[in-house]
């Protein structure tokens, strides 16, 4: 990356082409002021702009100093200085620092220069549309909306009845980084809302409403390398405990007599479990919305009657057991008072605690920003109610809730603190497991997240998907979601078999149920969950052949593990996702780069899933340069273009290549299952 700088011209050029061209007829930087407004509802955001002004900052002047660059921006040559930054040459890039904007400026933006051939990718975890070419992405932690198609019957209901229906970028992990197939990713620096554009056949346009601190933009000879940048800037994860290759982590919710009987039941038909996964463990509350947990973080005797014994008893056969908690306290419970005694719970306008409707119940927000808070919420309920009663791990949810309007303790607005709330979260659940000394034995899954949630949180699930096939909220969306978060150093992702959320008559079928199994069977981690209503939709317990499907699968997962072991411990070390884009490893085949349906498990194994209903043969794109074999079938394919094969439930489409040193074990796929 070269930096050329002349009178009031700056440039910064990639391969000797422009990435950042800026002169007073076509500047790069704009400032501007406005007012936004902001209203939540369960988690669903509704967010206007009045843009008061946006200038573009035509003229430069730059002068030389031992720490770098200065960059003094004007509107003209006999205007004060609207922004000051400074240009630090890397060795593999530039870092561009804010040093000063004058008073009353809060948006920003800043023109990169685009290609018309230009792939780009990122922006935290995205459901909808893996290259983000020809679309802008609002990058705001939220719910991810119920549907997020305004076409659709459940999106639109979804919108009348609760607010609801969300979009296609709407996300509870965005992330202000992107990738470009120019093999450089750029990162800005805020927690500020931003719009990221990239729309433009000439430039991509970053807004954010306030000032980043820093932009960063490094280069890379390759994604795989790019990748490790990444990773390396955020944070890497842990590998996750050895147990989760055991088996299927079955999500149960009716109370222990249920999860004693199906748990039975499943090694009955000879399934691999890891896992039992009761987030009622706490309790539950009937809701509209289905049947929802109690939140106050304490085990429940009246459900679940000797959960000290069972938990002692599942250790002896070698099988874990999983809670939930989230960082909210519900006014009915017993943690809430303590909580509001000690001043741990952020506050409203009037300095006393803020209650936050949470659908039907109303809850205190524990505030991260408070250190005494947070090392209360460690102590008195991860630690002494979680870790030691004998729980492996949760779901820690949630994080994407902060409501915009409370006060917090560090005196920042809670508008700024939004989108970094699920970092606090995190940090908060990987230190009490680190400080237990459990971090090799103890994991916990998130779905919201921003920068720098990488270094915390050990492993990412995909939300809350409508039970279907739909493109923009069912199963073929957990793909997109794990392949742009992977490329954020995201190494670890999942998802709930089945789906989540059910309604206006949208239930799951069997069919549903087996493909999503087929597909977590070749993921990092793979977990049932019943649903919001469990008594509504199909459960692998209701069917023999969903039952006996699922344990096929959790026997093929398992048989995978000594090769999912090796990618989960290049996944920490290096922070290379075990799901990847075909790109990562076919940089040459750019059929790959638009993909979004199937992915390569490490370098070794490609994955198309299955995902539209009704369908018993699959169309697969397989790279050039290899030859791969079909382990069902045993045929092989020279790649460099689409194969069709037979798909029946059962016999997921998977390739590997017929050249890797795990090709035995490939082989064995179908006989070990």
Aim: charged share 25%.
């Amino acid at each position: 990356m070269q930096v050329i700088h002349q009178d009031d011209r700056l440039s910064l050029r990639l391969g000797g082409d422009a990435l950042l061209d800026h002169a007073p007829g076509a500047p790069a930087f704009f400032v501007g002021r406005g007012r936004e407004r902001m209203e939540m509802y369960r988690g669903n955001f509704e967010i206007e702009d009045y843009l008061e002004s946006r200038e573009a900052l035509g003229h430069l002047t730059v002068s030389e100093a031992k720490a770098g660059l200065r960059l003094e921006l004007r509107r003209h040559a006999t205007d004060e200085v609207q922004l000051t930054l400074r240009l630090v040459e890397l060795e593999d890039g530039v870092r561009l620092e804010t040093l000063a904007v004058a008073e009353g400026i809060n948006r920003f933006w800043l023109r990169l220069a685009a290609q018309g051939a230009e792939r780009v990718w990122g922006g935290g975890e995205q459901m909808s549309y893996f290259d983000l070419r020809g679309r802008h992405f609002p990058l705001w932690t939220s719910e991810p909306g119920v549907g997020r198609d305004k076409s659709t019957y459940v999106t639109w209901q979804s919108d009348v009845v609760n607010r609801a229906g969300g979009d296609y970028y709407h996300t509870n992990y965005p992330q202000p980084t992107f990738i470009s197939s120019r093999r450089y990713f750029c990162h800005l620096e805020t927690s500020h809302y931003a719009d990221f554009d990239f729309r433009h056949a000439e430039f991509h346009e970053l807004q954010v409403w306030g000032l980043p601190s820093t932009i960063l933009l490094r280069e890379a000879p390759t994604f795989l390398a790019l990748v490790e940048k990444i990773s390396a800037t955020f944070g890497r994860q842990p590998p996750l405990p050895d147990w989760v290759h055991n088996g299927v982590i079955l999500g149960l919710k009716r109370g222990q007599a249920h999860a004693e009987a199906k748990l039975a039941e499943a090694l009955a038909s000879d399934m691999a479990v890891s896992a039992l996964w009761c987030e009622d463990w706490a309790g539950v509350r009937e809701t509209s919305f289905g049947t929802r947990l109690f939140w106050d973080w304490r085990w429940q005797p009246e459900r679940y009657p000797s959960l000290d014994r069972l938990i002692g008893e599942l250790r002896e056969r070698d099988v874990r057991f999983l809670g939930y908690v989230n960082p909210y306290l519900c006014v009915d419970g017993s943690l809430f008072p303590e909580a509001e005694a000690r001043g741990y719970l952020a506050t409203d306008g009037q300095g006393q605690t803020a209650i936050v409707d949470f659908g039907e119940f109303d809850c205190g927000v524990v505030d991260f920003t408070n250190e005494a808070a947070c090392a209360w919420f460690k102590d008195a309920i991860l630690r002494r109610e979680m870790l030691d009663f004998g729980l492996s791990g949760w779901m820690a949810d949630f994080g994407e809730y902060l409501p915009v309007d409370v006060s917090l303790h560090n005196g920042v607005s809670a508008k700024v603190e939004h989108n970094r709330w699920p970092v606090r979260w995190a940090r908060v659940n990987a230190e009490a497991i680190a400080e237990a000394g459990l971090t090799e034995e103890v994991t916990f899954f998130m779905r919201a997240g921003y920068s720098g949630v990488q270094g915390h949180c050990p492993l990412l699930w995909a939300g809350d998907q409508s039970v279907d096939f739909s493109h923009h909220d069912g199963l073929v969306t957990v793909i997109c979601a794990a392949l742009s978060s992977g490329l954020m150093g995201n190494a670890f992702h999942h998802s709930d078999i089945g789906g989540y959320t059910s309604l206006f008559g949208n239930t799951r079928d069997a069919e549903l149920f087996m493909r999503w199994a087929e597909m977590a069977a070749f993921t990092p981690v793979m977990r049932t969950h019943e649903s919001n209503r469990p008594t509504e939709n199909v459960q692998w317990f209701d069917d023999p052949q969903v039952a006996a499907h699922l344990a096929r699968m959790s026997r093929l997962y398992v048989h995978l593990a000594p090769y999912l072991k090796v990618l989960v411990a290049e996944g920490s070390e290096r922070g290379i996702p075990v799901q990847r884009p075909l790109f990562l490893h076919f940089e040459d085949d750019a059929e790959g780069y638009a993909i979004q349906d199937q992915y390569l498990l490490g370098p070794d194994l490609l994955v198309a899933p299955v995902h539209e209903a009704g369908r018993h043969d699959w169309s697969v794109y397989l790279p050039a340069g290899v030859e791969w074999v079909h382990p069902w079938s045993g045929e092989r394919h020279a790649g460099g273009g689409r194969v069709t094969v037979a798909a029946p439930c059962g016999e997921p489409p998977v390739f590997y290549r017929a050249d890797s040193q795990w090709a035995g074990l490939f082989a064995d796929l179908a006989s070990r299952a």
